[in-house]
């Protein structure tokens, strides 16, 4: 696997580069895609540094770019695709120069037309605005609105003057003082205003001019752009009579406010107003002329940018990522590498050596990778013409190298998934390429379904196929990238959606009957067809409600479970839910307890890489026995009850079980296990049997006792052992270090020799005989050499990771529980499944008339399934298989009839009494009173449950 299992070795280095070369240098060693530079000048401000000039003026060239783009994008215009031809060179000295001057012609002259477009717009505007009024004027006067202002201001005179007598001074200064207010002639003014605003236009000047302005409005029939805004807007014409010019005062204020345009030299006589719009018109067609030819020279220009566009962005945008790994351009879309600016944020971080002409930077690099950089540095020498070679040397030091995973664009999406969560420490293994295979498969287990798989299967399809045709069109939609860039990952949690639908038995809510049921249905038809003629002839669903299948009737043990997946006879069950309950619920215990165990187990690899013993000792083993203690404990549990218990009464572990209602409780276990509660042995006082049922007698919560020989002796042991374990995972490396110092110190010792001077009183010390102090104590590697930390660091180190792991193990397998959770929340919700299904879908396909309706039944069933809700009811495992009468036909279908067999219908009374007590290893069942359960036990034929108790 390569550095896919474990990151790549890394080797620190130097380089020495000649001043003149520096630049063809990185530039160079940026095709790489596998070089970090580190910082040399930590405490020099960004603003300081010898490169910010040659930085700035790329920014300045970014900024115009991105308002060339903008531009673009506002009219509509495509941008190339991406520029991909494999050439990274940098663009010459020359070239740049002229990039820089075309930038700066570009956006000087989009701006010009910007000012000239805007300009033209207002006029146009105006001069629409201008004609609508003329028009309007003309219509106006020739309706004769002047005779009706003028009647409806005299008399809103007569009729305001007995009432306003007191007032009359004020009223009298308003309009202008006495007589002359009512001597003075009538005008008007005209306007323009948003349609919208009218009503309260009116309403506010009729107010504010006390009931003497007469207001009558015109709607505008064409739609006017708004200049500022460039939409389209509704606006009207609106003429206002008035006496006096305090009330035109007034009006202007109202207008200002409403953001109404006046027009106060409006023809007065309609030849003049028939000769201005004559006039106007003409203007706008000369100015629609314009407009034009403008808008053509600017689509011109534009059109030149945008097929330009992608290859000066490949020069000059967006440099962030070459500031400390300066990768290749190959590892990333063209439009995202900086070929100048990435190389001046790298150069800043070199640094001067004593006489200033070289420069000296500090890098990783992999080690298989050293030879492919010193190629690279040789045709970049060549390239510059420099008569001096770098220098590429390797240092020793005692840093963390980073950790570097090679990917590819398969393996990037789930490397990114692991990094998001924690990016490994260097040379452990890589988590990734288990994820390829758990994270789907774990999807899977919450989206099992045939149908829905296929869909998703099909989309990956697509995307992956039609790679390349969309990374060229170059969308910038956020939620297709997201989809696009997951494209692999769709792709196989479609397949593994696939397989966990036929495993479910599940497409479209619908089971798939391939290999045959292994219920068969007992009921000879003869009974069958009388049970649904009284059904029908008694209208209601209450005299017969279900049909119960008695495993040990109607299960083909002989032919053993299902071949593959849930038996479809599960689909018309109608407690479905009870069983997939207690199968998926358990299948995520196992499945997450599985998945923890692989991880612990990883964990273990790391130590034999580093050669930790002390991990080993007292980290894997410990936790180890406390994953196994407990949890795995729990898993073989579960294991064993599938395989074991079954309907049936038979011998298990040398003790005599009656049938699936004694079948042992593992959750109630499990925390009697912690308690170290007592427990009784076996299901069943003795085996004599009683009653004319030959029935055993049985214990006081028989689901409860020991249903394996020493079980209590056995689980006592394992909650010991995993207590023991705690301690020993949280003080156990913590004292391997306390020791491992001590030895260290007295080596040291041993080795050290004093010599004293009696006349000088001088001493020295010398260490192994020579002079030169012993070096530090070798690693052990991984976590067993803790270098440069002291007990207390390790100790809290330790507690933090003691902790986290324990209590991780319980929190965690709670949280793989979501696993059931969310499949059943995507599993078919019964009642309304069987609904559409009988009462859309097969009516639909029977009008094979009209094959419209069966589509869109389909439609508006996928509808549907995707807002299923998530309020499933969370019931207890075990049951009968109850079918619903309505479903016999089904049955039917699935099971067939075995003639012979003498059974009956529970009526509901029964059934809902029956339902409480043979929940298998239900809490509610055994929550039951006693006198329950014993009076239904009594019955002759006992229908148990089936869900867990199969031999599956």
């Not at 950790?403 to 990094?419: C, G, M």
């Not at 997201?482 to 089971?511: C, V």
């Not at 930790?612 to 180890?624: E, G, L, R, Y």
Request: glycine content about 8%.
């Amino acid at each position: 696997m390569g550095s896919l299992y474990r990151s790549e070795e890394m080797r620190f280095c130097q380089l020495i580069v000649e001043k003149d070369a520096a630049f063809s240098v990185v530039a160079e060693l940026g095709k790489q895609a596998c070089v970090q530079f580190k910082d040399l000048n930590p405490d020099v401000n960004s603003f300081q540094r010898i490169f910010v000039r040659d930085i700035r003026r790329f920014d300045e060239m970014e900024r115009k770019l991105r308002f060339l783009e903008s531009q673009i994008q506002k009219d509509g215009m495509q941008i190339g695709g991406r520029v991909d031809d494999g050439d990274y060179e940098a663009m010459p000295t020359a070239e740049l120069n002229q990039l820089e001057t075309t930038l700066n012609d570009l956006e000087r002259d989009v701006k010009n037309m910007n000012e000239s477009d805007a300009l033209l717009k207002k006029n146009f505007a105006d001069l629409k605005e201008w004609d609508a009024v003329l028009n309007k004027t003309d219509e106006f006067f020739a309706g004769g609105v002047d005779s009706e202002a003028q009647e409806e201001l005299e008399e809103q005179e007569e009729l305001g003057g007995g009432r306003q007598a007191e007032k009359a001074p004020i009223q009298k200064e308003e309009l202008g003082g006495g007589r002359q207010a009512e001597k003075a002639p009538i005008q008007y003014v005209v306007g323009v205003i948003r349609r919208e605003r009218i009503p309260a236009f009116e309403r506010v000047l009729w107010r504010a001019c006390h009931h003497t302005a007469y207001v009558r409005a015109s709607d505008i029939e064409e739609q006017l752009e708004d200049p500022e805004t460039g939409d389209k807007v509704n606006k009207s014409v609106f003429i206002v009579f008035y006496k006096g010019d305090r009330l035109r005062s007034i009006i202007n204020k109202v207008a200002d406010g409403f953001k109404a345009k006046l027009f106060a030299n409006c023809p007065r006589t309609s030849k003049e107003r028939q000769s201005s719009v004559h006039e106007v018109r003409a203007r706008i067609a000369d100015l629609q002329t314009v407009i034009g030819q403008t808008r053509e020279h600017r689509f011109r220009v534009l059109q030149a940018a945008a097929n330009n566009h992608m290859a000066w962005l490949k020069q000059v945008v967006d440099g962030a990522r070459g500031r400390r790994w300066f990768h290749a351009a190959s590892s990333l879309h063209p439009f995202q590498v900086n070929l100048q600016k990435s190389v001046y944020h790298t150069l800043n971080l070199f640094n001067f050596d004593g006489i200033g002409r070289f420069f000296v930077g500090e890098c990783w690099i992999p080690l298989r990778d050293i030879d492919n950089v010193r190629e690279a540095l040789e045709r970049a020498t060549e390239a510059s013409g420099s008569a001096v070679r770098p220098v590429l040397n390797v240092l020793e030091t005692s840093d963390e190298p980073p950790t570097y995973n090679k990917t590819n664009k398969f393996t990037a999406v789930f490397q990114s998934i692991v990094d998001s969560y924690g990016v490994a420490s260097y040379l452990e293994v890589n988590p990734a390429p288990y994820t390829i295979i758990t994270f789907p498969f774990l999807f899977s287990c919450m989206f099992g379904d045939l149908g829905h798989g296929i869909l998703m299967l099909l989309a990956g399809i697509y995307l992956v196929v039609r790679e390349k045709n969309l990374i060229a069109r170059n969308i910038k939609d956020e939620i297709f990238g997201m989809f696009f860039g997951g494209r692999y990952i769709i792709l196989l949690m479609g397949l593994f959606s696939i397989h966990a639908g036929f495993i479910y038995n599940d497409m479209f809510a619908k089971a798939f009957n391939i290999f045959g049921s292994r219920w068969h249905n007992p009921y000879p038809n003869a009974n069958v067809s009388h049970w649904i003629h009284e059904e029908e002839v008694a209208k209601r669903d209450i005299l017969f409600e279900h049909f119960q299948l008695d495993p040990g009737v109607a299960y083909d043990t002989a032919a053993g479970p299902y071949p593959f997946g849930v038996d479809p006879v599960w689909n018309v069950a109608e407690n479905r839910l009870n069983f997939l309950n207690s199968m998926k619920m358990k299948l995520s215990v196992i499945l997450g307890i599985g998945q923890m165990t692989f991880g612990v187990i990883l964990s273990l690899q790391n130590h034999r890489f580093f050669k930790s013993k002390i991990d080993i000792f007292t980290v894997f083993i410990p936790q180890m026995l406390f994953l196994g203690c407990i949890f795995m404990y729990l898993c073989l549990q579960i294991i064993l009850k599938w395989i074991f218990f079954w309907v049936k009464e038979e011998v298990i572990f040398g003790q005599l079980y009656p049938g699936s209602h004694c079948a042992p409780s593992l959750l109630i276990g499990l925390i009697n296990m912690f308690m170290l509660k007592p427990r009784e042995a076996g299901f069943v006082m003795n085996e004599t049997r009683v009653g004319p049922n030959n029935l055993l007698i049985e214990k006081e919560g028989c689901y409860l006792t020991q249903w394996y020989p020493g079980q209590s002796i056995i689980e006592m042991i394992l909650v010991l052992i995993a207590v023991i374990c705690v301690p020993i995972m949280l003080f156990g490396k913590p004292i391997a270090f306390i020791l491992e110092q001590k030895k260290h110190k007295k080596a040291h010792a041993e080795n050290i020799t004093v010599h004293a001077n009696v006349l000088t009183e001088e001493t020295e010390i010398i260490a192994n005989g020579n002079g030169k102090a012993e070096g530090g104590h070798s690693s052990g590697g991984g976590g067993g050499a803790h270098h440069g930390e002291n007990f207390g660091d390790v100790m809290v180190h330790q507690a933090i990771h003691t902790i986290e792991y324990v209590l991780g193990c319980v929190s965690h397998t709670a949280s793989y529980l979501r696993l059931w959770a969310l499949s059943l929340a995507h599993a078919p919700i019964a009642e309304l499944s069987e609904v559409l299904w009988h009462m859309v879908l097969s009516n639909s396909f029977n009008a094979s008339h009209n094959l419209a309706i069966g589509g869109i039944a389909i439609y508006i069933v996928s509808v549907l399934h995707l807002r299923r809700a998530h309020l499933l009811d969370s019931r207890p495992d075990g049951g009968p298989v109850c079918i619903p009468a309505r479903a016999s036909s089904a049955l039917l279908k699935i099971a067939p009839l075995q003639g012979g067999v003498p059974v009956q219908i529970l009526p509901r009374t029964r059934l809902s009494l029956r339902a409480v007590l043979v929940q298998g290893a239900a809490v509610q069942g055994r929550a039951a009173s006693r006198s329950l359960r014993s009076e239904i036990k009594d019955q002759s034929t006992d229908y148990l449950c089936l869900a867990a108790c199969l031999r599956q």
